[in-house]
């Protein structure tokens, strides 16, 4: 097995992934905006299993930021990304810059309605547009047979799979658990903007999700919204928190009916000082 390499055009990854492609076989890929942590790691080891070379892409994407985010403060450790990709055994990773994605003159988007009107689509205005734009600029680059994701950001993974589907892109979408610190926290790059209190306050958010399901598991109401309004009342108590949403959804068509059928999906959004964090789980009412 060859040592990990990195390139930075497009040019030479194609080079490289057509020649893995003849040698190799199966290609998969990690889509990322670096800053890894074992939640992405976990998405390498799964393409692993699947598959036979495993590119992973580092880039912070501008156009899924809106103009109030964290896009400048976005943490960038190149380095130790590249470290964790070679330890977790990556074939090749690709770290663009902005000009080589966005070029002069760039303008085309990519957008799926209807899957983006709700949770994080209605609080991040044009988000999921940069997100569907890059990543089929991704998918058009690497032309994986397999593209993993992580159900931390379920909303995205829906959006994609709907994207691959509906244009008929030739290949598969893997959605993979969501993975937790010790304490419960979803991992998120974004962890490390919080200070030593916020992330002392955190874990509850995924302890309220916790709570929520074991209620809704005891079949205490018939409708969502009892359980909604506990959800609000026990995420705005953690000190400090801001709730951007909390919703109790259909988990395929994120859309909100009251009934508690079928497979439902309890997410979350909050802010904790400057950090904005999400989290979920998957509820089977019928279970
Ligand atoms: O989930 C992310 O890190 C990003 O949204 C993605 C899929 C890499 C697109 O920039």
Redesign the pocket.
């Known amino acids: 097995m060859p040592e990990m390499q990195t390139t930075s055009t497009i040019t030479q990854l194609r080079k490289i992934i057509s020649t893995a492609r003849k040698v190799e076989g199966k290609i998969g890929f990690v889509?990322?905006?670096g800053a890894l942590h074992q939640g992405h790691i976990s998405l390498v080891h799964e393409a692993r299993k699947h598959c036979d070379y495993v590119v992973v892409?580092i880039?912070v994407?501008p156009m899924?930021f809106g103009p109030n985010e964290d896009f400048h403060r976005y943490p960038r450790p190149l380095q130790d990304d590249l470290k964790l990709c070679l330890d977790a055994g990556v074939d090749l990773v690709f770290h663009p810059t902005v000009e080589e994605m966005y070029p002069a003159g760039f303008a085309t988007s990519v957008e799926v309605n209807g899957l983006t009107d709700h949770l994080c689509g209605k609080s991040r205005p044009g988000h999921f547009k940069g997100?569907t734009t890059?990543?089929m600029k991704l998918f058009g680059q690497v032309q994986p047979d397999l593209a993993f994701?992580?159900q931390k950001?379920a909303q995205?993974a829906l959006v994609?799979r709907k994207m691959a589907t509906d244009l008929d892109l030739p290949l598969g979408i893997v959605i993979c658990p969501t993975l937790r610190e010790k304490d419960g926290l979803a991992m998120s790059s974004r962890n490390r903007y919080l200070s030593s209190e916020e992330r002392s306050n955190a874990p509850a958010i995924y302890e309220a999700l916790c709570q929520i399901e074991s209620e809704i598991r005891s079949k205490k109401h018939s409708s969502c919204i009892p359980y909604r309004e506990e959800l609000l009342a026990r995420l705005r108590s953690i000190p400090g928190a801001v709730v951007d949403y909390a919703e109790i959804v259909d988990a395929g068509s994120l859309e909100f009916t009251p009934e508690m059928r079928g497979e439902k999906l309890v997410a979350v959004a909050i802010r904790l000082g400057t950090t904005r964090l999400i989290d979920n789980i998957l509820v089977n009412t019928s279970a």
């Open positions: 889509p990322t905006m892409s880039f994407n899924q997100v890059v990543v994701f992580g950001d995205q994609i």
